[in-house]
């Protein structure tokens, strides 16, 4: 039996206990592919739950807050993502009449949609011929045919592209495209695979070859950078407003909120804060004196290490607000990041 035929054969077997695989509705399977594509699937069914619920289809997802989006996607991290399923529901309700394109290159073509979105949401919902390329199926694919440029280069997966589109069934691309990304999760997953019961033992170059251990080949990891953040937790006299700034420009958390924010090369002490220039910010709130400097805390992101510490003030004229900023008197309310959601906990 050829490898696609075998492929098939396992998904038939399979599917019964996969049941997001599935959906068939494109809009569903395009929210599912971008929760699901940054998270464990333990993590993100509940995200998935929660978003269809607030956004069951294309015109309530067009029609929402920006605001009300970030705060269901709030922890999933990836922000841009989320941004960019709003742009792409108001194109789709604009120039597609509310229906979902049903070519490849439209689906393409939409904001956020990269080429193994496209090719999940086509072969799934359309039943077009195009192989997705997850990190599951790269992990596959190069062990069982032998790939050894390293996986997170874009050659790597430009082979592997190429090895599935020529592999891939014409009459049942989902179920193929299923299949591959469900074996490499469940069977060839990460460090020691499951050769023994694989039924792909006989043709797998890894295995024939005494190399299971030595691929996929990684590029060394990108080196993190650290950025310190000393945050200005503004709050009114009675603790009922809180200054908040919406992050808007091509950073972490775009479309979220957080503090006012001053970012030097370490954490300073609030003297040294006082002598930035950032400091002007709350000098025309009438600032008192400091109630509770935080310890440090630590958030680490896939590029970046992020170092925080929190200075709780409060403030005479909150009605006075900076620049960039907003008053909130229900933080519950508003996207922050998980750094910020972290504080606010442990906030006493
Ligand atoms: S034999 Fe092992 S390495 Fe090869 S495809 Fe199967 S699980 Fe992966």
Redesign the pocket.
């Known amino acids: 039996m050829d490898f696609t035929s075998q492929m098939l054969e396992w998904y038939e077997h399979n599917k019964r206990d996969l049941p997001w695989r599935r959906i068939r509705d494109p809009y569903l399977i395009w929210v599912s592919e971008i929760i699901l594509q940054q998270t464990r699937i333990d993590q993100g069914l509940p995200y998935y739950q929660r978003f269809i619920t607030a956004f069951p289809d294309i015109r309530s997802l067009a029609t929402a807050d920006e605001k009300d989006i970030m705060k269901i996607w709030q922890g999933l991290g990836y922000y841009s993502r989320a941004v960019n399923m709003h742009k792409a529901s108001l194109i789709i309700m604009n120039d597609f009449n509310g229906q979902f394109p049903g070519s490849y290159e439209a689906i393409r073509g939409l904001p956020g949609i990269g080429d193994y979105t496209a090719a999940a949401i086509a072969s799934i919902a359309f039943h077009l011929p195009f192989p997705v390329v997850d990190g599951n199926v790269i992990?596959?694919f190069s062990?069982?045919f032998g790939v050894k440029e390293p996986v997170n280069s874009a050659k790597a997966k430009q082979i592997i592209r190429e090895i599935a589109t020529g592999l891939i069934d014409h009459q049942h691309p989902g179920s193929f495209n299923q299949a591959i990304m469900e074996?490499?999760a469940r069977?060839?997953?990460p460090g020691i695979?499951?050769?023994d019961?694989?039924?792909?033992?006989q043709?797998?170059?890894?295995?024939s070859h005494n190399s299971?251990g030595l691929?996929p080949v990684k590029n060394k990891k990108v080196r993190q950078r650290t950025r310190y953040f000393n945050y200005l937790v503004i709050t009114s006299d009675n603790e009922n407003a809180w200054i908040m700034r919406k992050r808007v420009a091509q950073d972490i958390w775009k479309g979220l909120y957080d503090f006012p924010l001053i970012e030097t090369a370490k954490l300073l002490s609030l003297k040294s804060l006082k002598a930035t220039r950032d400091w002007s910010l709350i000098e025309k709130m009438n600032p008192g004196p400091l109630i509770r400097c935080s310890g440090q805390f630590r958030h680490i992101l896939t590029h970046q290490v992020i170092v925080a510490r929190f200075f709780r003030i409060s403030v005479s004229k909150v009605n006075v607000v900076p620049e960039g900023c907003i008053q909130v008197r229900d933080l519950t309310k508003i996207p922050v990041p998980r750094l910020i959601e972290k504080y606010l906990q442990n906030l006493v």
Not at 197 to 201: G, R, T, V
Not at 203 to 207: H, I, K, L
Request: with cysteine; glycine share 4%.
């Open positions: 992990r596959f062990r069982h074996y490499g069977t060839c997953i695979p499951m050769c019961s694989c039924c792909f033992e043709s797998c170059f890894a295995y299971v691929l």
